[in-house]
């Protein structure tokens, strides 16, 4: 079964100063990996995904991420934080078949941007 | 472009009352389409996904039930709601063949 796993539940950072969200991930084979956004009280945006090809992969609002095989990981970062970027930040793994699609969700890092 | 909403965005309910949270979709056909819960502090938990008109699969045995009457809807029920019942419900829906999910807005239900 599928798994991921983000282990640093809430992280605060100054801004300007530059980001990294680590996210380790379970699965048998090469997996979707997907970095989602929320604010309080709202849905969930996607802010990049990786399915194949190049490693290290760019989203929206100056973010990416790097798939490493090897380390079964895929970290977000972002060079210079915005206050804006405080929110909450889900990693999540998809199977590469068909059938359910569903995501596997991490449990999320809060992230808390001080000025 | 495709759209999904969720109704009704807040929702206080007393415990043993009946629920409904709808999820419409516009823009796309077959979409799949897919509840999770979201509770305080933790992750997203699927509860439900549904690749057709009628066809609903459970992922954790609960006090809920999902139904979808229409290709573009999908309903959660209860009928009679828990206190552990309470979170944050997000809808969300995937295109037949691709893997991306793209999700509502969210509801917030509050079980008292």
């Known amino acids: 079964a599928q798994s991921v796993t983000q282990p640093d539940i809430h992280i605060t950072v100054s801004e300007g100063a530059s980001l990294e969200l680590r996210c380790n991930y379970s699965?048998?084979?090469?997996?979707?990996l997907f970095w989602y956004v929320q604010s309080p009280g709202q849905g969930l945006q996607l802010l990049l995904k990786?399915?194949?090809?190049?490693?290290l992969v760019q989203g929206i609002k100056g973010f990416e991420a790097e798939f490493k095989r090897s380390q079964s990981s895929f970290n977000l970062r972002k060079p210079s934080v915005h206050w804006s970027d405080a929110a909450e930040y889900f990693c999540?793994?998809?199977?590469?078949?068909?059938?359910?699609?569903?995501?596997?969700f991490g449990s999320g890092t809060r992230l808390q941007v001080q000025p | 472009s495709q759209t999904i909403h969720q109704w009704p965005a807040t929702l206080v309910q007393p415990v043993g009352s009946p629920l409904s949270l709808e999820c419409t979709v516009e823009?796309?056909?077959?979409?799949?389409l897919y509840w999770y819960r979201q509770a305080a502090g933790r992750g997203l938990q699927l509860l439900f996904y549904?690749?057709?008109?009628?066809?609903i699969s459970s992922e954790v045995p609960q006090n809920l039930s999902a139904s979808r009457p229409q290709d573009r809807q999908f309903i959660l029920s209860s009928k009679k709601l828990l206190l552990s019942d309470s979170g944050f419900y997000l809808c969300?829906?995937?295109?037949?063949?691709?893997?991306?999910?793209?999700f509502g807005p969210g509801t917030r239900l509050t079980v008292l």
């Open positions: 999540a793994v998809g199977a590469q078949k068909t059938g359910r699609r569903a995501l596997t």
């Open positions: 969300a829906w995937t295109e037949e063949q691709g893997p991306i999910q793209f």
């Open positions: 699965y048998g084979a090469t997996p979707y």
């Open positions: 990786y399915f194949s090809g190049d490693t």
């Open positions: 823009g796309t056909s077959n979409p799949n």
């Open positions: 549904s690749v057709g008109i009628g066809q």
